[in-house]
């Protein structure tokens, strides 16, 4: 599976959109890229995915580049309760194993 | 949904016991997987299973690891003897359809003295 790369850490004023970068230059055509995030003390939670198109859901928005070398995750309106580590991974499709990485730790404040 | 459901959430124990973590997925799931967390090696995959089936156990770190899956709706990943580099977080997930979106339990904090 492709490496991500991820900044360890990112601020955000609450009630702003945080946008959280992720970069996986050597993803190939088959690859998804998923988003986690992990509250402190709480298993991971699944956010989003996508493998070329742009992705919304309820939490948050995926924007995928048209080279699919990177990736944004958009919380549109970030609160306290989305201070936690955010994983990006990218999984090969038909593939069964997610590989964390580090992640950027999002800390949103008043 | 209850989701997916850990027991103990914390575990002490002494070195060379032996501790047992259990693990009830999400009903109708058929993949689970057991993942460690620690400060220095992050999130890592011990072992997955397929409909019951272990799959892949190249994570599970040496012979005194092992995992069961004795049916659909309970797993077991057992130390026996226990080390405190063992000490860590363990997270039971399961998934449906698409093995990249897991449900993950709360984990279980165990700590080996």
């Known amino acids: 599976d492709a490496k991500t790369t991820q900044p360890p850490s990112m601020d955000c004023a609450e009630g702003r959109a945080a946008n959280l970068p992720c970069n996986h230059s050597?993803?190939?055509?088959?690859?998804?890229v998923y988003w986690y995030r992990q509250i402190h003390s709480q298993g991971p939670q699944y956010i989003i995915h996508?493998?070329?198109n742009n992705e919304t859901n309820e939490m948050a928005s995926l924007i995928i580049t048209e080279d699919r070398k990177s990736s944004t995750l958009i919380l549109p309106h970030a609160t306290l309760r989305d201070t936690a580590v955010y994983y990006c991974i990218v999984r090969r499709g038909g593939g069964n194993k997610l590989t964390f990485g580090t992640g950027t730790q999002l800390k949103v404040e008043l | 949904d209850a989701g997916v459901i850990q027991s103990p959430r914390h575990e002490v124990t002494e070195m060379g016991q032996e501790v047992t973590l259990r693990c009830k997925p999400i009903s109708g799931h058929n993949s689970l997987f057991w993942y460690r967390q620690t400060m220095m090696r992050g999130l890592e995959l011990l072992i997955y299973?397929?409909?019951?089936?272990?799959?892949?156990d190249s994570g599970m770190p040496e012979d005194r690891f092992s995992a069961k899956m004795p049916n659909a709706s309970f797993s077991t990943l057992k130390i026996q003897p226990s080390e405190p580099r063992d000490s860590a977080v363990y997270f039971c997930a399961s998934s449906f359809g698409d093995p990249g979106k897991l449900f993950f339990g709360s984990g279980t904090q165990l700590s080996v003295l």
């Open positions: 050597t993803i190939s055509g088959n690859e998804y």
């Open positions: 299973f397929n409909n019951n089936v272990p799959i892949d």
């Open positions: 996508g493998l070329k």
